[in-house]
C-alpha cells in the first residue's frame, strides 16, 4: 500500500513536471497551454470524457511597417475559440459506436493559424482521423526583394484517412487530401519585349489540388505487403487583371500598357502506385522493399493581349497563344535489409533507385498588331536517374560506449534536352552527364554514466561532377552532443559544422558553416521551472560572380556572404497554490553580419576583386537585424471547471542598415477556459 | 477512366470479403507461459497507471480477443511479471525501460511497430545511431497527448536536442511550426526515411517525401510541382534547398541570402562545366545592367523561376 502511495506521489510530480514544461515552451502567447477541468475527466455511462474550452479576445497594435508584422505574426483582434480539447474514451475498451473521440482545436475564429484534429475509432473495427488547417498568409514581399508580389491568401489544408479493421492482419485504407490556395496577390511582367518596362498587375490566385486513394495491407506469418493507389488532381484558374499603372516602373523609357488580359488555366492530373514490402525472416533480419511509380502530367493553355506603346513609343498590340502538356514519370524503388546478429550489432544496407524523365511541348503563337508574328515549337526534357547504396554498421560493445559509420555511394546520370522551333524532338542531340559521390560517416556515442551522453560523428564526400557551383563537392561535416539529464535539471550542449568547397579553374565556391549551442531547464519543485538555452550559426559562402554591368561584362567578382546569428531564449514558469499559473519568456535574435556599422562598407574588401563594384554589392554581404519577443501570461483557477487567462508578447524588429521594415507591435488576449 | 480504376469497386469488395473472413477467424490462442502474472495485478502496485490506461492506445492489446499473454497488457512491453510480484516490486526483476540501453528500448518496440513503412529505416536512422531511443521522444505513462504518446508538443521534443533549429525557427521568416500551424513531421521522418531522390541521394537526412517521391515542401506548394515544359532544373536535381532556408530566413520567401540577386548569380556565371548542357550555368545577357538597381529583382520579370509552360527564361 505504501508503495503505491509512493508510486502515486511520484506520478502527481511528473504529472506536474510535464505540464510545466509544455508551459514554457509555449511559443506564441496564446492559447493558454493549462487546462479547465479535471485531467481525470468524468465518466458518463461507459465513456469517460475530459475537455476544456478557451473562449477570448484577441487583441493587438502595430507602430511601424504593418507589411513586415503581418509577414511576421500576423494576428489580428477579435474572439476566438482560442482552443479547446475533447476526449471521450470508452472505459472497457468495448464502446458500442466508438472506443475514442479525440478532438483538438486552435485558433477558430479568425485567427491566421487555425487547426483541428479530429480521430474517431472503435478498436478493431475502424479509425478515421481528419487533420484541417488554415492559414491567412500576408506576404509583401517586403522592401528587400523589390517590394513586388505581394500575396494575401488563405490556404486549407484538410486531409481524411479512414481504416477498417486497423487491428487485423487484413487491413482497407481510404483517403482523400485537398488543398487550395484562394486570395489576392500582385504580380508583375514586362511587355513588349524582353527589355521591355515592368508593370504590377492584379492576380486573383484559385488553386485546387485533390488526392484520393485506396489501400490495403496484408499479413501472413512474418511478411506484410501493403498497396496504395492514389490519384491526385490540380487546377489552378488564377485571373489576372490589368496593371494598377499605364505607366512601368521605368519612368525614363515610353513603354506604356493601356489595356491586358490574360488567362492560363492548368490541369493537372497524377496517377500512382506504392507497394511496400516488409518481410521478418528471423526476428534478427529484417528485409523491406518499397516500390513507387507515378505519371504526372500537366495541360495548359495561355492567352495574352495586351495594348500600348513599346520603349521606343511605337503603338503596339500583342496576343500570344500557347498550349501544350508537360508530363513527369517517376519511378523509385528501395530495398534496405537490417540484420541483428548479436545485440551488439546491427548492420543495414540500403539501395535506392530513382528514375524520372521530364518532358513537354508546347505550341506558342503571337500575333504583333494583327500580324503573325513569332510562331515555335518548344520541347524540352531532363532525365534524371539516380542510383544509391548506403551501407550502416554500429556496435555497441559495452552499455556505455558503441560506435557506428557508414558508407555512401551514389551514381547520377542527367540528360537533357532544350529546343526551340523543332519539328521533331526525335532529332534533338540530348546532352548527358554522369555524376558520382563517395561519402563515409564514423561515430561514437558514449554513456559514461547513465544521466550522461555523448555523441560526436565525422562525414567526409567528395562528388566528381557536381551540378551547380554551389552543390556539394568536397565536403566534410562534424557533429558533437552532450547532454546531461536528470529528473530535475538538465542541460545540453551541441556543435554541427558543414565545409563544402567547389572550385574550377576560374571560380571559386566555399562555404562554411558553424552552430553552436546551450541548453538547460531546472524544475527546483513541483510547479516551477526555467528554462534557457543560446545558439550561435555561423554561415559565410564565397561564391565567384560574373555578370553585366554599363553593357560590359565584369568577370572574376565575389559574392562573400556574412551571417552571424546569435539567439538566447529564456522562460519561467510558476504555479503558486495550485491556483495561479504565471509564465514569463523571452526570445531575441540578432544577426550581427560582420560587425560592420554602415551598408557599403565590405570588412574583407579583398574579396571584392572589382573596386567599382563595392558600393553596389557590399550592402548585401550582410544583414544585420535584430529581432525579440518577450511574453507574461497569466492564469488563474476560479473554479474546478474554469480559468480566467490574460497574456501580452511584444515584437520589436530592427534592422540596422534600412530603417523601412522595422516594427514594433503588442498583441494579447484575455479569455476563459470551462470545462463542462 | 481507366482499367484500374474500373478495378476499383471489385478490388473493394475483394478486400472486404478478405478482411472479414480473416477477422472471423478463432482468435489465438493464450500463450500461458510460466512467469506472466496479468495486468490486473500490476494494478495493485501501480494503479496511477492502470487507472488511465484506458485512455492509452496500448490499452488495446488488454482488451482485444486473440492477442497472446506475451503481447497483451502491462506484460506485452514490461515481460512476465510474476517474478517481479514474488520480489514485491524492484526494477531488477522486470523489463524497466529506464533501465534499457537505447537498442533494447528499440528491440522491444519493434516487436509490434516494426512493419510500417514509414519506419522501414530505424535501425539506419541519425537518431538510432545516436542512441536516440523510442522513449527519449515518446511518453507512454504520461503522454503530451495520447495521440502519437509524445512526451510533449513535438516542436519541443525536437527542440530538445536540435538547439540550433529552435533558432532558425526564431528568425522572422519561418514556417509556422511554432504557432502550431505545422509539425515538424510534415517535412521530416524521425524514424528516419529512404535515400531522398534529389542531391545524389545522400542529403538532407531524415527527412520525408511527397507524392512523386520529392521533396516534402510540395505536399503543400502544389503549384511548383509542375511538371512544367521548362522546369527549373535546380528544383529538380538538386531541390529546393538550392535557393531557399525551409526552416528560417532574413528574407521573407525564405531565400538564402537576404537579396534574391545574389542567389541568382551564385550559379548563373557561366564558369565550368556546371548546368544541365554542361556548359556553365547561363550568365545573364547583357540588356541586365547590375549598375541599375532595377535590374537587382530578379524575380519581378522572372516571375515562373520555379518552371514555365510559357518562356524558357521564366518570363511568364
Known amino acids: ?676 | 477512366m481507366g482499367p484500374a480504376q474500373s478495378a476499383l469497386p471489385l478490388i473493394f469488395v475483394l478486400l472486404i470479403g478478405l478482411t472479414t473472413a480473416l477477422r472471423a477467424q478463432p482468435p489465438a490462442r493464450s500463450n500461458s507461459v510460466n512467469g506472466f502474472a496479468g495486468s490486473n495485478v500490476c494494478r495493485t502496485c501501480h494503479p496511477n497507471v492502470a487507472l488511465q490506461f484506458f485512455r492509452n492506445p496500448h490499452n488495446k492489446s488488454s482488451v482485444l480477443p486473440g492477442v497472446s499473454l506475451e503481447n497483451a497488457g502491462c506484460e506485452g512491453c514490461h515481460g512476465p511479471g510474476k517474478k517481479h510480484v514474488d520480489a514485491k516490486g524492484g526494477k531488477e526483476s522486470i523489463v524497466a525501460f529506464s533501465d534499457l540501453p537505447a537498442g533494447g528500448i528499440l528491440d522491444a518496440c519493434l516487436r509490434c511497430h516494426s512493419k510500417d513503412a514509414n519506419r522501414a529505416n530505424i535501425r539506419r536512422s541519425s537518431h538510432s545511431q545516436a542512441d536516440v531511443a523510442c522513449t527519449s521522444c515518446h511518453s507512454i505513462h504520461q503522454p503530451e497527448s495520447n495521440r502519437s504518446l509524445l512526451a510533449k508538443r513535438q516542436a519541443e521534443v525536437c527542440y530538445g536536442c536540435h538547439n540550433d533549429v529552435r533558432a532558425q525557427f526564431a528568425q522572422t521568416s519561418k514556417h509556422r511550426v511554432n504557432e502550431g500551424f505545422m509539425t515538424c513531421s510534415d517535412c521530416h521522418n524521425p524514424h528516419g526515411a529512404n535515400s531522398p531522390s534529389w542531391k545524389m541521394g545522400r542529403r538532407p537526412l531524415m527527412v520525408d517525401t511527397s507524392l512523386q517521391n520529392e521533396q516534402p515542401c510540395l505536399k503543400c506548394h502544389t503549384d511548383k510541382r509542375g511538371p512544367f515544359l521548362y522546369e527549373h532544373a535546380a528544383v529538380r536535381v538538386d531541390g529546393c534547398e538550392s535557393c531557399h532556408s525551409p526552416h528560417g530566413s532574413m528574407n521573407a520567401r525564405l531565400l538564402k541570402r537576404p537579396i534574391v540577386f545574389t542567389v541568382c548569380l551564385e550559379c548563373h556565371n557561366g564558369a565550368g562545366s556546371f548546368g544541365r548542357q554542361s556548359n556553365g550555368v547561363t550568365i545573364q545577357s547583357a540588356s541586365h545592367n547590375m549598375a541599375d538597381p532595377r535590374f537587382r529583382n530578379c524575380t519581378t520579370c522572372h516571375i515562373r523561376i520555379h518552371g514555365s509552360n510559357a518562356d524558357r527564361t521564366f518570363l511568364r
Do not use: C
Not at chain 1, 13 to 31: H, I, K
Not at chain 1, 422 to 427: A, K, R
Not at chain 1, 644 to 673: C, I, M, P, R
Open chain 1, 1 to 676: 500500500m505504501n508503495k503505491a502511495f509512493n508510486s502515486m506521489r511520484h506520478a502527481r510530480l511528473v504529472a506536474a513536471l510535464v505540464l510545466a514544461n509544455q508551459a514554457v515552451a509555449q511559443p506564441t502567447v496564446a492559447p493558454t497551454p493549462e487546462t479547465a477541468g479535471s485531467p481525470r475527466g468524468d465518466n458518463w455511462g461507459e465513456y469517460n470524457i475530459t475537455n476544456s474550452w478557451e473562449i477570448g479576445y484577441r487583441f493587438h497594435s502595430v507602430d511601424g511597417n504593418t507589411g513586415k508584422y503581418r509577414s511576421d505574426v500576423n494576428f489580428g483582434n477579435g474572439v476566438r475559440l482560442l482552443g479547446g480539447s475533447l476526449g471521450v474514451h470508452s472505459r472497457n475498451g468495448r464502446g458500442k459506436l466508438f472506443d475514442e473521440l479525440l478532438l483538438d482545436v486552435q485558433g477558430i475564429g479568425n485567427d491566421p493559424y487555425q487547426l483541428s484534429s479530429f480521430r474517431l475509432q472503435k478498436n478493431s473495427l475502424y479509425r478515421y482521423d481528419l487533420l484541417w488547417r488554415s492559414n491567412e498568409y500576408f506576404n509583401p514581399s517586403l522592401t528587400v526583394a523589390g517590394g513586388n508580389h505581394l500575396l494575401a491568401t488563405n490556404r486549407q489544408l484538410q486531409d481524411h484517412d479512414f481504416t477498417l479493421l486497423p487491428q487485423s492482419k487484413a487491413r482497407l485504407r481510404i483517403g482523400f487530401s485537398n488543398n487550395g490556395q484562394n486570395g489576392a496577390g500582385l504580380w508583375t511582367g514586362q511587355w513588349f519585349d524582353t527589355r521591355g518596362d515592368e508593370y504590377t498587375y492584379l492576380a486573383d490566385l484559385r488553386r485546387t489540388q485533390r488526392e484520393y486513394r485506396i489501400g490495403g495491407d496484408l499479413e501472413w506469418r512474418r511478411v506484410k505487403l501493403s498497396v496504395t493507389r492514389g490519384w491526385e488532381s490540380f487546377k489552378d484558374d488564377t485571373r489576372f487583371g490589368r496593371p494598377l499603372l499605364a505607366a512601368g516602373a521605368n519612368l525614363v523609357d515610353r513603354n506604356t500598357l493601356t489595356s491586358f488580359r490574360r488567362d492560363e488555366p492548368v490541369r493537372g492530373r497524377t496517377p500512382y502506385w506504392r507497394v511496400h514490402l516488409h518481410s521478418e525472416a528471423a526476428a534478427s533480419f529484417t528485409v523491406q522493399g518499397r516500390l513507387t511509380h507515378s505519371d504526372g502530367q500537366r495541360d495548359f493553355v495561355f492567352d495574352e493581349f495586351a495594348q500600348g506603346t513599346d520603349r521606343l513609343g511605337s503603338e503596339r498590340n500583342r496576343q500570344v497563344l500557347l498550349s501544350g502538356r508537360g508530363r513527369r514519370p517517376v519511378t523509385t524503388g528501395h530495398l534496405t535489409f537490417s540484420w541483428r546478429p548479436s545485440p551488439q550489432w546491427t548492420l543495414t544496407n540500403q539501395t535506392g533507385y530513382y528514375k524520372s524523365r521530364m518532358d513537354g511541348e508546347g505550341r506558342y503563337s503571337e500575333l504583333n498588331n494583327g500580324n503573325t508574328g513569332l510562331t515555335l515549337v518548344s520541347f524540352q526534357s531532363l532525365g534524371i536517374r539516380t542510383i544509391s547504396n548506403t551501407s550502416d554498421a554500429s556496435w555497441q560493445p559495452q552499455k556505455w560506449v558503441g560506435v557506428f559509420g557508414n558508407y555512401h555511394f551514389s551514381e547520377r546520370w542527367i540528360q537533357s534536352t532544350e529546343l526551340l522551333e523543332v519539328e521533331l524532338p526525335s532529332g534533338s542531340k540530348p546532352n548527358e552527364q554522369v555524376n558520382r559521390m563517395h561519402s563515409g560517416t564514423g561515430g561514437v556515442r558514449l554513456q559514461p554514466v547513465k544521466p550522461l551522453r555523448i555523441s560526436f560523428s565525422a562525414e567526409a564526400g567528395r562528388n566528381d561532377k557536381p551540378f551547380y557551383p554551389t552543390s556539394d563537392k568536397d565536403f566534410h561535416a562534424l557533429n558533437a552532443r552532450a547532454q546531461y539529464r536528470l529528473a530535475k535539471y538538465n542541460i545540453s550542449a551541441d556543435y554541427r559544422s558543414f565545409n563544402n568547397s567547389n572550385s574550377t579553374s576560374l571560380f571559386v565556391h566555399s562555404s562554411v558553416g558553424r552552430s553552436w549551442s546551450a541548453n538547460g531547464g531546472w524544475t527546483p519543485r513541483a510547479g516551477v521551472q526555467l528554462d534557457a538555452g543560446y545558439s550561435y550559426i555561423h554561415l559565410d559562402t564565397l561564391t565567384g560572380l560574373a555578370y553585366f554591368a554599363n553593357f560590359a561584362q565584369v568577370d572574376g567578382d565575389r559574392s562573400y556572404y556574412v551571417s552571424n546569428l546569435h539567439t538566447i531564449h529564456a522562460g519561467i514558469q510558476v504555479r503558486a497554490k495550485k491556483r495561479v499559473d504565471i509564465y514569463g519568456g523571452f526570445v531575441r535574435t540578432q544577426d550581427r553580419g560582420d560587425g560592420r556599422s554602415v551598408a557599403n562598407q565590405p570588412a574583407r574588401p579583398e574579396f571584392l576583386l572589382n573596386p567599382a563594384t563595392v558600393s553596389q554589392f557590399a550592402g548585401v554581404q550582410v544583414f544585420p537585424v535584430s529581432y525579440q519577443s518577450p511574453l507574461f501570461r497569466l492564469s488563474v483557477v476560479l473554479h474546478r471547471n474554469l480559468r480566467w487567462n490574460a497574456g501580452w508578447q511584444y515584437y520589436d524588429y530592427t534592422e540596422k542598415f534600412l530603417k523601412l521594415q522595422d516594427y514594433t507591435a503588442h498583441t494579447g488576449y484575455v479569455s476563459l477556459s470551462y470545462s463542462f
